[in-house]
């Protein structure tokens, strides 16, 4: 015969289970609907993302990255002189014109300084001092570096004429078929490099390859883009764009041939 104490006991037990069982299906209700949220957050996210590619987010920004080319203190031109292509198989149109002015000791389109001379100045702020090599070149002067490099190649390295030229092409570019011809290209070098030291290995380069793009610049000639832009890496040269360009091209990875090719295709 069963005790009375022994059924208080049994009861106690099952009330206790019971209690358990209550509190587990509180707890998974709680994470079910934590996981949708998430899921929804996510959703909303990758919309907004689909939706505005090119959308620069302040929240993804550190401070140091911030820049007055972000606001609209900056001149904003048509892609009628931002997208300007210049290359070997591409010669600069005879009705260019380029409104040369003095910058930092070298003659550039007047057009870009405000950019490049925000880009430089924050540059300095971020302790990172770039000093310009060259900028603006005409086409006589183009000519005669051009001319120059043909002859070194044949009489130094035992080029033929052909290859001489070729590589002078890729390395120095002919009259008008040199991005140094429009003013909107300049060589940056910094201030105490050493001689025989490449630029790519400097503060000064990391520097403008994380930022330039805020202030309108990219790099011409990158490197592995060589059998596209025809010349080879140059790790100093950087080209105006305008920003939201500059921006796109970063992006999708792509040098200035490759971009042009895209607007125009977007464009037809």
């Not at 070997?88 to 149109?93: C, D, F, I, N, V």
Request: aromatic content about 8%.
């Amino acid at each position: 015969m069963k005790r009375k104490g022994e059924k208080i006991l049994k009861t106690q037990a099952g009330w206790y289970r019971a209690d358990q069982v209550h509190r587990i299906r509180i707890v998974m209700t709680m994470v079910a609907v934590a996981i949708c949220i998430s899921a929804a957050a996510g959703a909303v996210v990758a919309w907004v993302q689909i939706r505005h590619p090119f959308d620069r987010s302040s929240s993804s920004k550190s401070a140091s990255s911030v820049s007055p080319a972000q606001d609209d203190s900056l001149p904003v031109y048509e892609d009628s002189y931002n997208l300007v292509l210049v290359n070997a198989s591409h010669a600069l149109k005879s009705d260019f014109t380029v409104l040369e002015t003095s910058f930092q000791g070298v003659t550039v389109d007047e057009r870009i300084v405000p950019a490049l001379q925000a880009m430089m100045e924050r540059a300095e702020k971020d302790g990172c001092t770039l000093a310009l090599s060259s900028g603006y070149v005409d086409a006589a002067a183009q000519d005669k570096l051009y001319r120059a490099e043909v002859e070194n190649l044949k009489t130094n390295h035992g080029y033929s004429q052909v290859r001489a030229e070729n590589q002078a092409q890729a390395s120095v570019g002919r009259a008008n078929y040199n991005e140094k011809q429009t003013g909107m290209a300049v060589q940056f070098t910094a201030p105490d490099l050493a001689k025989g030291k490449s630029f790519s290995s400097t503060a000064q380069y990391g520097w403008l390859v994380r930022y330039s793009v805020d202030y309108g610049f990219v790099l011409r000639c990158p490197q592995n883009k060589e059998n596209v832009t025809g010349m080879q890496f140059n790790p100093g040269l950087f080209r105006y764009v305008g920003t939201d360009n500059a921006v796109k091209m970063r992006a999708l990875g792509m040098c200035l041939e490759e971009y042009v090719s895209y607007v125009n295709q977007s464009a037809g």
